[in-house]
């Protein structure tokens, strides 16, 4: 649902601007330093990207799924690391807190992740629980105070390393496993017996660290529970996960349609026997591929996000957005470094780079062998 236009594109435009005159120009030297610098997270600032789907009761921008999407589409036009930190708020980082926090916790937190003075991450991940996250083993057992202590590990979780806030998922029942007993926490860098690793190396989104978060003895008041009802943590990340799949769909169709515009531009540049290659029908295929697959994705993702507006039931569409967004941007990727021929596989343009970027969302978020037994689970069911 897009609700006055004439905003959108404004913020559109402001977000394009962003991207063609400081992201793009920048992209090497995020890659090189490993970070995406203090005038780079001020201009992100600036545009407001960390808080574009916080309500305006906070001081974000409340955008609705489709506004959101469209708004992802345009600030992803540029190497992945950007949105990640720059937008992560706007997904992971508080869309637990949004969907099931109580008023005073969204006070407390969401107009700072909104202005993008406190980074949020969400801590679900383990090294026994990745695609079965009902695994994991974070204990948090509650003390007669009222109190809980935490004690696990997490890793691979996005912005860590530089996270102030973490929504870490744990067991309060005592159980070994299962859905029902884990409870969703809110947690403060800073809180004694949280600490976190230094950056995971990783095969790209350089700037965009990942990291390791360690609970030892840690201990939080009951309010710091979601909600303040413990055992509902799964459902509470299940409806963060349901939104950020159709996020995540948005963000991986910016760099496809990114690096279908430098493809075309390298065609029309790059001669080959006297001749454009883009001249040459097998390039030119390429290219028409990579379209077809970015407007039907693109279609669909928008489609999703219109019934998700609507409050339809969107369980299954997500999944095949996931899907056939992450897969699709590989697919593209991996054409258009074939269309650079050896300039697509050495550094300078970029393409490696998105190459290795975008690899990755196939892996979180649900794996694309997770959402294909999701949309069959749905078909099957009848
Ligand atoms: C860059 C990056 C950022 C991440 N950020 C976060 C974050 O911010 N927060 C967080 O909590 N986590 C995060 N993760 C973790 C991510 O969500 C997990 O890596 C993902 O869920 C897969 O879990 P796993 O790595 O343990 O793989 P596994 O679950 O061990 O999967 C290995 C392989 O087995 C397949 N497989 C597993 N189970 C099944 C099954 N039932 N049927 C068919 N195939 C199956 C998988 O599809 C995969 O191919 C991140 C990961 C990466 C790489």
Same mark, same amino acid.
């Given at each position: 649902?897009?609700?006055?236009? !004439? ?31 203090? =005038? ?29 999407? #469209? ?13 990640? *930190? ?13 969907? =099931?926090? %109580? ?9 700072? #992740? ?22 994991? &083993? ?26 102030? #806030?973490? %929504? ?13 007993? *884990? ?12 600490? %976190? ?7 790209? &989104? ?25 055992? /509902? ?5 299940? !409806?963060?996960?349901? !939104? ?6 948005? #963000? ?19 001669? &080959? ?7 040459? /029908?097998?390039? /030119? ?52 470094? /074939? ?29 694309? &062998? ?13």
């Amino acid at each position: 649902m897009i609700r006055d236009q !004439k905003r959108l594109d404004e913020l559109l435009q402001r977000t394009r601007r962003f991207v063609r005159e400081v992201a793009i120009p920048n992209e090497d030297r995020v890659e090189a330093e490993d970070n995406v610098g203090p =005038d780079l997270v001020a201009a992100m600032r600036g545009i407001g990207s960390f808080g574009w789907s916080i309500p305006e009761a906070y001081g974000g921008s409340g955008l609705t799924t489709e506004e959101l999407a #469209l708004a992802f589409m345009e600030l992803t036009q540029c190497s992945v690391a950007y949105r990640v *930190v720059g937008a992560q708020n706007a997904g992971i980082g508080s869309e637990c807190l949004i969907r =099931d926090g %109580t008023e005073a916790q969204k006070q407390r937190y969401l107009p700072s #992740l909104a202005r993008g003075e406190l980074i949020g991450c969400l801590a679900l991940t383990e090294e026994m629980a990745g695609s079965d996250a009902t695994a994991l &083993q974070t204990r948090a057992e509650r003390a007669a105070d009222g109190s809980y202590v935490l004690n696990g590990a997490k890793r691979y979780i996005t912005l860590a390393p530089i996270a102030g #806030l973490f %929504t870490v998922l744990a067991r309060t029942d005592g159980s070994e496993r299962g859905a029902a007993g *884990v409870t969703a926490f809110l947690i403060e860098r800073g809180t004694p017996g949280l600490t %976190t690793s230094g950056s995971t190396p990783k095969m790209g &989104q350089e700037g965009a660290p990942i990291g390791e978060v360690y609970l030892e003895d840690c201990r939080v008041p009951g309010e710091a529970i979601i909600g303040l009802v413990p055992g /509902q943590g799964f459902r509470t990340v299940m !409806k963060c996960l349901n !939104k950020q799949r159709i996020n995540l769909a948005a #963000l991986s169709t910016g760099p496809a349609i990114r690096m279908l515009d430098e493809a075309v531009a390298y065609a029309r540049e790059r001669h &080959q026997s006297g001749r454009p290659i883009g001249e040459f /029908q097998l390039v /030119q295929a390429m290219l028409a591929e990579c379209k077809v697959e970015i407007e039907a994705t693109r279609a669909l993702i928008l489609e999703t996000a219109r019934k998700r507006d609507r409050d339809e039931d969107v369980t299954m569409d997500v999944s095949l957005c996931k899907y056939m967004a992450t897969e699709m941007c590989c697919r593209v990727a991996d054409r258009v470094v /074939q269309i650079f021929g050896g300039q697509g596989y050495v550094k300078g343009r970029g393409i490696e780079r998105f190459y290795r970027d975008v690899r990755a969302a196939r892996i979180y978020e649900g794996t694309s &062998q997770i959402h294909l037994l999701n949309i069959a689970k749905h078909l099957l069911r009848g």
